[in-house]
T-cell receptor, first 114, second 115 residues
């Protein structure tokens, strides 16, 4: 089955700096890669996703890049703010894009220091 | 408001005492799923359902049961809970149609402790 590895497990940045979280996946059939943000006491919430026919996607301060050859994808957050502090999960869909059975990474605790 | 609700939010129980965690969504989603979240392991899928009366095992189904008698509800049943099922549980739903509408909406979570 699919295996997703996520690094780092914790990340601290100064407010205004950039943060990068990286994930690798094992199943070459995966072609949907969402990122979720989980705030304390809440369920994960989708913040951005990318499909395999696209190499990069951007939404304001958040961007995701995908390298299918190397089987890795990354989340980039620019101009970080204290409200960006949360746990971030990457995921991969091993069933070819239906997103019904996601395999998640182990999560990254991001702390933005004021 | 579109949402996924779970009850209870917190539950402390003893080994062997059957329990049910309810999940309900008001978005007419076909697809529903249960995950458990443990430190350092991320979210792991327990069971999923692609429609009424259609359920299947995820990655960690042992010790759990589910049912999907109505489209909106997807309860998680622990017939004989054990301490290794102490975890944070999330229910999720999505359209299940593929394409651009595959965002999974997660409930607020149920923290279960089995002593």
């Amino acid at each position: 089955g699919e295996n997703v590895e996520q690094h780092p497990s914790t990340l601290s940045v100064q407010e205004g700096d950039s943060a990068v979280i990286k994930c690798t996946y094992s199943d070459s059939a995966s072609n949907y890669f969402p990122w979720y943000k989980q705030e304390l006491g809440k369920g994960p919430q989708l913040i951005i996703d990318i499909r395999s026919n696209v190499g990069e996607k951007k939404d304001q301060r958040i961007a995701v890049t995908l390298n299918k050859t190397a089987k890795h994808f990354s989340l980039h957050i620019t101009e970080t703010q204290p409200e960006d502090s949360a746990v971030y999960f990457c995921a991969a869909d091993p069933w070819g894009g239906s997103a019904r059975q996601l395999t998640f990474g182990s999560g990254t605790q991001l702390t933005v220091l004021p | 408001e579109a949402q996924v609700t779970q009850n209870p939010r917190y539950l402390i129980t003893v080994t062997g005492k059957k329990l049910t965690v309810t999940c309900s969504q008001n978005m007419n989603h076909e697809y529903m799923s249960w995950y458990r979240q443990d430190p350092g392991l991320g979210l792991r899928q327990i069971y999923y359902s692609m429609n009424v009366e259609v359920t299947d095992k995820g990655d960690v189904p042992e010790g759990y049961k589910v049912s999907r008698k109505e489209k909106r509800n997807f309860p998680l049943i622990l017939e004989s809970p054990s301490p290794n099922q102490t975890s944070l549980y999330f229910c999720a739903s999505s359209h299940g149609q593929g394409g651009s509408q595959e965002e999974q909406y997660f409930g607020p979570g149920t923290r279960l402790t089995v002593t």
